[in-house]
């Protein structure tokens, strides 16, 4: 927890948000201001400040906090895909994190961003 940061508020409830996907380790929800018509940010609950803060996390020999971390990452892919089917996106899907100032990022916990086009279909509004 990063007491300074939005999305560690959202995590903790102290900022409301229009949660679609909530586990132990992930959660997802709508983007304030949508840049497509489904574009939901999955985030894990830890605060990582961004995709960068992996840069040394790939090696060999793998010490159990890291391992775990690792494995959070792909299990974020995965509820992205999940979500994908969720929302009918069959034709495809975008699935960005932003990083840094020049990046584009903005809001600092890592994030990624689930955007695409269902052509009206949409099952959590
Ligand atoms: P970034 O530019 O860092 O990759 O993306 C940050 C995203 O967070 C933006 O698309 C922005 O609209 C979204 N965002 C910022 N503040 C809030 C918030 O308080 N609630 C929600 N749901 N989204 C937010
Ligand atoms: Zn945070």
């Given at each position: 927890?990063?007491?300074?940061?939005?999305f560690?508020?959202?995590?903790n409830?102290?900022?409301?948000?229009?949660r679609?996907?909530?586990?132990?380790?992930?959660?997802?929800?709508?983007?304030?201001?949508?840049k497509?018509?489904?574009?939901?940010l999955?985030?894990p609950?830890?605060?990582?400040?961004?995709?960068s803060d992996?840069?040394?996390?790939?090696?060999?020999?793998?010490d159990?906090?890291?391992e775990e971390?690792l494995t959070l990452?792909?299990?974020?892919l995965?509820?992205?895909a999940?979500?994908a089917?969720?929302?009918?996106l069959?034709?495809g899907?975008?699935v960005?994190?932003?990083?840094?100032?020049y990046?584009g990022?903005?809001?600092?916990?890592?994030?990624?961003h689930?955007?695409?086009d269902?052509?009206?279909?949409q099952?959590?509004?």
């Amino acid at each position: 927890m990063n007491k300074d940061c939005i999305f560690c508020k959202i995590v903790n409830n102290e900022i409301p948000s229009e949660r679609i996907y909530e586990d132990e380790e992930i959660m997802a929800f709508k983007d304030i201001q949508p840049k497509a018509p489904v574009h939901v940010l999955i985030i894990p609950k830890k605060h990582f400040d961004s995709a960068s803060d992996f840069k040394d996390k790939y090696k060999m020999e793998l010490d159990s906090e890291t391992e775990e971390e690792l494995t959070l990452a792909g299990r974020m892919l995965a509820v992205c895909a999940r979500l994908a089917e969720s929302y009918h996106l069959n034709e495809g899907y975008r699935v960005v994190t932003n990083v840094g100032e020049y990046g584009g990022q903005t809001v600092y916990h890592l994030h990624f961003h689930l955007l695409g086009d269902n052509y009206g279909l949409q099952v959590n509004d």
